[in-house]
């Protein structure tokens, strides 16, 4: 089994893809050390049986066909849980496949539960087996074996199978737009851009006060654009904890910054511990009157009940319907509709508002019952 190593094959064989009405793609890559995934290889496979691995490791390939082939309208790019594959894709060009189709979202709309996974759907629907063994291997050294490249190979050549009798479960149940939703945030390009002045928000659940978060806002932003720059887990730079620590602490001196203790002994006397007091002194000089606190949950007083209320209701409609919970309503959504009625949600509008939308919203004024039945529980409309 050979890898395809330069690029006038890789052309060939991406000019074969693009006269097929589909192609399956899948990525190995290694990120335990770096900021940027670092992308080890590449896998497609077409309904006509043309697989193929491509090594992006190899000396002077150009991967511009594969990118070609990603933007070819022509073709409907597959892939399963694809967040980080298109992160490596949108890295290769800021550009987004498409069309595209996540057959993780789509098995959710067809009833096999949140973020299900490859293997399993494979066995469900594929009827095969997948061994894992290579799974957690390293991508990035070569010669790959042989184990390794069967695995990765598996990865593109079930999913056809998968994709093709999905596809007919959606058509069956006229559920295709169902998919719009959950495939425009996948497919946006807001989705993958790592700007460091958004990156406060990953840590900002516990900031009460606009200083707090002005000061976060900072060093937040600062340790972004060093673990970019340097291209090394943020984490190497400086942990969560210190993050928080920092913007609630808010050290203006080497010396109240070293008595952090999640600051590293000496930490505060290097040329980091000076970018970092200068991050502070940049919160401190923010105007806080334009800072938005994060929200508190909003039912966690006297709407709590009814959120547990809708909470059954949704689990229950999604049992009756055959769709993942998570794909109709999430948890802020639902406290959003316990608090207000027209309350501006997904939830409430399209086909997730006939679906359950409107069931919450008689369930709230007492025109739906909630019952248990051999175990289940039934939604009853009441007179």
């Not at 959606?170 to 425009?184: F, K, Q």
């Not at 229950?316 to 509709?337: N, R």
């Amino acid at each position: 089994m050979d890898l395809i190593s330069t690029t006038s094959d890789l052309a060939d064989a991406c000019a074969r893809f693009a006269a097929q009405p589909f192609v399956t793609v899948d990525t190995e890559f290694m990120r335990e050390t770096t900021y940027y995934p670092k992308l080890c290889l590449i896998q497609m496979a077409a309904p006509d049986g043309f697989a193929v691995l491509v090594d992006p490791l190899a000396k002077d390939i150009d991967l511009k066909p594969f990118v070609d082939l990603m933007a070819d309208e022509g073709v409907v790019k597959v892939f399963h849980s694809a967040r980080q594959d298109l992160e490596i894709v949108w890295m290769m060009g800021e550009m987004l496949p498409h069309p595209f189709f996540d057959t993780q979202v789509a098995a959710m709309v067809c009833g096999y539960g949140d973020s299900v996974s490859y293997e399993q759907l494979v066995n469900d629907l594929a009827k095969a087996k997948i061994d894992k063994s290579s799974r957690f291997t390293d991508w990035s050294r070569r010669p790959l074996s042989e184990a390794q490249l069967t695995y990765a190979l598996s990865d593109v050549t079930h999913l056809v199978k998968v994709y093709e009798l999905l596809v007919a479960q959606l058509v069956e149940t006229d559920r295709g737009a169902w998919l719009d939703d959950e495939m425009g945030v996948l497919t946006s390009p807001e989705t993958y851009r790592a700007d460091p002045a958004q990156a406060w928000r990953r840590l900002s659940g516990r900031m009460r006060k606009p200083r707090e978060i002005a000061v976060l806002m900072e060093v937040a932003a600062w340790r972004e654009k060093e673990a970019q720059t340097r291209n090394v887990p943020r984490g190497r730079i400086l942990k969560d904890e210190a993050v928080i620590d920092i913007a609630s602490s808010a050290p203006r001196s080497v010396e109240a910054l070293g008595r952090l203790r999640s600051i590293p002994t000496g930490f505060e006397r290097s040329r980091t511990g000076t970018d970092i007091l200068a991050a502070v002194e940049r919160g401190f000089a923010r105007d806080t009157a334009d800072i938005k606190l994060p929200e508190r949950g909003r039912s966690r007083g006297g709407n709590a009940a009814v959120v547990e209320l809708l909470k059954v209701l949704l689990k229950a409609v999604a049992e009756a319907e055959g769709i993942a919970p998570k794909i109709i309503a999430t948890v802020d959504e639902l406290e959003a509709i316990a608090d207000d009625d027209l309350a501006d949600v997904p939830v409430l509008q399209g086909w997730r508002r006939t679906l359950f939308g409107e069931k919450a919203l008689a369930l709230k004024t007492g025109r739906l019952a909630l019952s248990t039945e051999g175990g289940r529980v039934i939604v009853r409309e009441l007179p």
